[in-house]
């Protein structure tokens, strides 16, 4: 069963900083892609950044600049250090992956949700 888990939310002033960490366990053999989304309340979910197996990044553009994604492979971790946050920052933070695992002899791949991690950014 895999499984992914967000740590990192909290409140923090205009301004300041933040660092998410996602992990994904279980039976996994590939994460082709790890991405961060944030829902903010009455607003649809976006995406915030990405990264893909072979190392590209993609950030949405109203967090170019000041929030960075960073993947451990080796881990199948990945972090978003959030910095110069703002108030239209303040969302649930959700880790998202695209999945190859291992159950008994059969390989599947599927698109996993963490269950969120919530951002406030408010003086």
């Known amino acids: 069963q895999v499984q992914l888990v967000e740590s990192g939310g909290g409140l923090v002033q205009p301004g300041g900083s933040l660092r998410l960490s996602c992990g994904a366990s279980?039976?996994?053999?590939?994460?082709?892609?790890i991405a961060w989304y944030r829902q903010a309340p009455g607003k649809e979910r976006e995406l915030v950044a990405l990264?893909?197996?072979?190392?590209?990044?993609s950030y949405a553009d109203s967090v170019k600049g000041r929030f960075t994604i960073s993947r451990d492979s080796t881990k199948n971790t990945v972090s978003l250090q959030m910095n110069s946050l703002k108030p239209e920052d303040t969302a649930a933070y959700y880790c998202?992956?695209?999945?190859?695992?291992?159950?008994?002899?059969?390989?599947?791949?599927?698109?996993?949700w963490g269950h969120g991690t919530l951002v406030t950014v408010s003086s």
């Open positions: 279980g039976s996994i053999i590939e994460i082709t892609v």
């Open positions: 998202n992956a695209v999945i190859t695992s291992l159950s008994g002899s059969y390989r599947s791949t599927n698109n996993y």
């Open positions: 990264a893909a197996s072979g190392g590209a990044t």
